[in-house]
């Protein structure tokens, strides 16, 4: 299978170092958006916390070269490839590629328009960089999972979204389109260090705007949008299940109540009768199922929608009309996101074995095997 030719990035080689989470995702967006990506897979078992290869949905629309980097012969395929590629991504500890051989300064010795793109949880320095740590640990340290929580509860986890993929994978693809662009006008590349606690701290730029402007406090679920407001959470419905309430603005709100068939409630914004109208909105909305709130709200401005399930998200009406999610070679899954009037991005080829493409990207790229 030849690399993909529809999406923005058509014609960019990316050459990936296998690893697992935001930087597959990372692959991920870039074959999405229609990158010829290479990942390069080690010869021998996969990571046991991985799923199997061919269902690794992070890895659709890649190829696959396996190599061994621990023998000269492997590096010296790699990088060949990074030689006719113009972005390489890896996700070890610092110094590791390095020590394999396939670090920038080696990748820049063959190809100086290589973008390299970096990613950890720590950063490539500072006093933590060596140590291990997971998306929690990079959040809590950047200040970013403090504020996610109800009042007088601990902070919850949210699952890995947050920071592996928001504030990982995410901040190392605009790092390296971005690098990319002036590559591509200089003839000169970098590195693009893309580390979780970084992207954690810079998504949270609102929250510290509002900090310093005296409009949050420092404390979970007390402030307007994270839960201390009671039009702005979620709540039961009759059937166990549970809708998302989001009427911040008055209009929005107004349109809630009237909805919902309340009245003689407390204002909006009088914090001290939070309490009460959260009661009063608690109980209603458990006089009907998930399903029947949706329906009463699905034409309006109320801002109410069912929490849907993995499994219901891909049937709603709405996702099913714009076509968010397709079955792709037999399996479920989002599509390719954000879109493109001109250069649209499509779905490519299934996961790939460790090492599917190695004699055909070798061949493609014009490698000598070693």
Not at 164 to 174: P, Q, R, S, T
Request: aromatic share 6%; charged share 15%; hydrophobic share 45%.
């Amino acid at each position: 299978m030849a690399g993909m030719t529809s999406g923005p990035l058509r014609g960019v080689r990316v050459v990936e170092l296998a690893g697992i989470g935001p930087g597959p995702f990372a692959g991920m967006m870039l074959a999405d958006l229609g990158a010829d990506v290479v990942r390069v897979d080690r010869i021998g078992p996969g990571s046991p916390i991985a799923p199997p290869a061919a269902t690794d949905l992070l890895n659709r629309g890649k190829r696959s070269v396996a190599v061994d980097l621990k023998e000269p012969a492997g590096v010296a395929t790699v990088l060949g490839l990074v030689e006719r590629a113009h972005v390489l991504i890896e996700g070890y500890r610092p110094g590791v590629a390095e020590r394999l051989g396939v670090g920038p300064e080696q990748a820049h010795a063959v190809n100086p328009a290589l973008v390299y793109g970096r990613m950890t949880g720590w950063g490539q320095d500072g006093p933590r960089a060596s140590t291990a740590g997971h998306d929690i640990t990079y959040l809590a340290l950047s200040g970013a999972l403090h504020p996610i929580g109800r009042a007088g509860g601990p902070p919850q986890v949210p699952v890995n979204l947050l920071g592996d993929f928001g504030a990982g994978a995410m901040y190392l693809v605009v790092g390296v389109i971005a690098a990319l662009r002036d590559a591509e006008g200089t003839g000169r590349g970098q590195v693009v260090d893309a580390a979780i606690v970084d992207g954690a701290a810079h998504i949270s730029t609102m929250l510290h705007s509002m900090l310093a402007a005296g409009l949050w406090q420092d404390r979970r679920g007390v402030n307007m949008i994270d839960t201390g407001a009671p039009f702005y959470d979620v709540y039961e419905t009759a059937d166990g299940r549970h809708v998302a309430v989001g009427a911040f603005e008055p209009q929005f709100y107004a349109t809630l109540v009237a909805t919902l068939g309340l009245s003689d409630l407390p204002d909006q914004l009088d914090v001290a009768q939070w309490p009460v109208l959260r009661e009063r909105l608690a109980a209603v909305f458990l006089t009907k199922t998930r399903d029947e709130w949706s329906a009463l709200f699905h034409d309006s401005d109320g801002c109410v929608t069912p929490v849907l399930s993995l499994h219901e998200a891909p049937q709603d009406a709405h996702l099913r009309a714009r076509g968010t999610f397709a079955e792709h070679l037999g399996v479920v899954q989002p599509v390719p996101a954000p879109r493109f009037s001109a250069t649209p991005a499509a779905l490519g080829g299934p996961p790939p074995l460790p090492g599917q493409h190695t004699a055909e990207v070798l061949k493609e790229w014009g490698v000598q095997s070693t």
